[in-house]
């Protein structure tokens, strides 16, 4: 059973940024394309971008185009969402979450095609 624990989500004012990191509790989640995850208030869970497990192929939502960056560093067992310019639409609660797939290069921003998620951690953007 693969545990992911997000962190860094806060209270920020817009055009500031934050550095989410989502850590999994085995050595094993390098082979899992990690996913990042948002629901605002009252509204359903986007996907905001997806990294394959070698780092070498990422997508993004196009709201966050630009803005957003996200890394991995499986070492650490590690992945990161770097997010800057931040808005306020942007508040919600994010989530990463794990799945395995038959290809190296696969990411996906379907929460229907991930098997593992994490807790969650709230994201505030607000003056």
């Known amino acids: 059973q693969l545990q992911l624990v997000e962190s860094g989500g806060g209270l920020v004012q817009p055009g500031t940024s934050l550095n989410l990191s989502c850590a999994a509790s085995?050595?094993?989640?390098?082979?899992?394309?990690i996913g990042w995850f948002r629901q605002p208030p009252g509204k359903e869970r986007e996907g905001v971008s997806s990294?394959?497990?070698?780092?070498?192929?990422?997508i993004y939502a196009d709201s966050v185009k630009g803005r957003f960056t996200i890394s991995r560093d499986n070492a650490k067992n590690t992945v990161y969402l770097q997010m800057n310019n931040l808005k306020p639409e942007d508040t919600a609660l994010y989530y990463c979450a794990a799945g395995a797939y038959g290809s190296a290069w696969y990411t996906t921003l379907s929460s229907a095609e991930y098997d593992y998620w994490g807790q969650g951690t709230q994201v505030t953007v607000s003056y």
């Open positions: 085995s050595v094993t989640s390098f082979y899992y394309t």
């Open positions: 990294i394959n497990f070698l780092g070498g192929s990422t």
